[in-house]
Nanobody
């Protein structure tokens, strides 16, 4: 059974850092693009970053470019989102999702992502 489990969320002061993890089971990352999305209360879900199935191509939203970095550890079948210089507007529930998109550049629209984790809360506040 294909499953994604996010972890690493929490409460951080503005300017701080967090690393989110997305542990995949039931499939190998080599066959799926992985995306990170977030949803704040009262707002639409937003694509934050994604990594291609090859692990060689990534994409970031303008709101996080230069502050967030997506990466993966294929041995652990886990994708990470390193978040630096966090701002109050980064507060949201963060989700990872998988798309069976082989060897193509990933995108930050949610339509193609078939499998979703349960989410992890990130709160940026002083």
């Amino acid at each position: 059974q294909l499953q994604l489990v996010e972890s690493g969320g929490g409460l951080v002061q503005p300017g701080g850092s967090l690393t989110l993890s997305c542990a995949a089971s039931g499939f190998t990352l080599d066959w799926y693009a992985i995306g990170w999305f977030r949803q704040a209360p009262g707002k639409e879900r937003e694509g934050v970053s994604c990594l291609s199935s090859s692990g060689t191509s990534s994409n970031y939203s303008d709101s996080v470019k230069g502050r967030f970095t997506i990466s993966r550890d294929t041995a652990k079948n886990t994708v990470y989102l390193q978040m630096n210089d966090l701002k109050p507007e980064d507060t949201a529930v963060y989700y990872c999702a998988a798309w069976p998109l082989l060897n193509r550049r990933c995108v930050l629209t949610s339509a193609g992502y078939q499998y979703w984790g349960q989410g992890t809360q990130v709160t940026i506040s002083s």
